[in-house]
């Protein structure tokens, strides 16, 4: 390949982005092509939690190492694209039973959280409930604002040379490299069969316009992130590829978030849904297709693509340039699902 080999990526979201300034650091001459509108990335709250997911979410379990590792690479980003990274923690509230098992879980993945009282944990989450007596606080998960990281990222990409197109991609066309990041799509499909090991889940957020700061809160069946404005999250609907609201699906979030910020009662709401997609190991594809020359996956990311979007660029630049990839690449290799494609 050449030294300085032209790069299609496909798709805007956050694995699109990140992996277009990766590319163009790397000395690529690198497009991100995208028909435009919402995707997944941005109904999202950014969060990049490796802790909390790998403790409560049975998919992510597996990958505490991968996930630390990935979340080490933000600070990094976030000076490259001028991103704010918010490190104030994660608070976990609750029933007894419920935040003794998290702390057991905690444990088991080698971490200790925090155990905190009511007030200090309303002192690291302002508008938190009273009637919440406990809390455990984990400082190891961070967020970003996820609308305004996305704006940052594309305003970074275009400063280091990326051209950007409001079309779809049908192939490699003249490019020596296409990265294809859409997420849930099967446009693509034909040029990178592996994305149809992925699978569509629906997903939504409830936003309420009251600027906030602080931490994290997590509750059973709910999380509030605070921002720009206070996003309460999410639902997980398998299968699912309409994009529509629901609003019977996002109204339980928004009575969980109230009960943890009651103070935001009457606030303006906007709710928002989205696809995101899945392997059934809940790892993304990132690689070589092995079905067509030239392309590259970097897709399928689940519910982790804020937090895993600059280790996922980083595998991606190091193919393209031929540079080692790390000790994670094997894992998320589409190659992984090789019996199950061609089968």
């Given at each position: ?41 941005s109904v999202a709250a ?138 849930a799509a099967q446009e ?128 991606v630049a190091a193919c ?24």
């Open positions: 390949m050449n030294a300085s080999p032209r790069v299609t990526v496909a798709g805007a979201g956050v694995l699109g982005l990140t992996t277009a300034l990766a590319l163009a650091d790397a000395g690529c001459r690198v497009t991100v092509a995208d028909p435009g509108g919402p995707n997944a990335s950014g969060m990049i939690a490796p802790v909390f997911e790998a403790v409560l979410d049975e998919t992510a379990r597996p990958y505490p190492d991968l996930l630390l590792s990935a979340r080490d690479l933000w600070p990094a980003l976030a000076a490259r694209a001028g991103i704010v990274l918010d490190r104030s923690g994660a608070l976990a509230v609750g029933r007894d039973a419920w935040l003794d098992g998290l702390a057991a879980a905690f444990a088991r993945l080698g971490q200790r959280p925090t155990e905190l009282g009511g007030v200090t944990a309303r002192g690291l989450a302002a508008g938190l409930s009273e009637a919440f007596p406990r809390a455990l606080l984990s400082r190891e998960d961070w967020r970003v604002d996820a609308r305004p990281a996305l704006a940052a990222l594309a305003a970074a990409a275009r400063e280091a040379g990326v051209g950007f197109v409001s079309e779809p991609v049908r192939g490699r066309g003249q490019s020596d490299v296409l990265v294809v990041a859409t997420g693509l499909l034909e040029v990178a069969p592996e994305l149809s090991v992925l699978s569509p889940i629906k997903g939504h957020i409830v936003r309420v316009a009251s600027p906030s700061c602080g931490a994290v809160v997590r509750a059973e069946g709910v999380y509030a992130s605070p921002g720009a404005e206070m996003i309460f999250g999410a639902t997980m609907e398998a299968g699912r590829t309409d994009a529509g609201v629901d609003e019977a699906l996002a109204t339980p979030l928004l009575a969980g978030g109230l009960k943890l910020f009651p103070g935001l009662a009457g606030a303006q709401v906007e709710i928002s849904a989205g696809i995101r997609a899945a392997t059934r190991d809940g790892l993304p594809l990132v690689g070589w297709s092995e079905a067509e020359p030239g392309v590259i996956l970097a897709t399928g990311a689940r519910r982790n693509g804020w937090l895993l979007a600059p280790l996922v660029a980083r595998i393209v340039t031929g540079r080692e990839r790390g000790p994670y690449a094997d894992r998320m290799d589409p190659a992984r699902f090789r019996a199950s494609l061609w089968d």
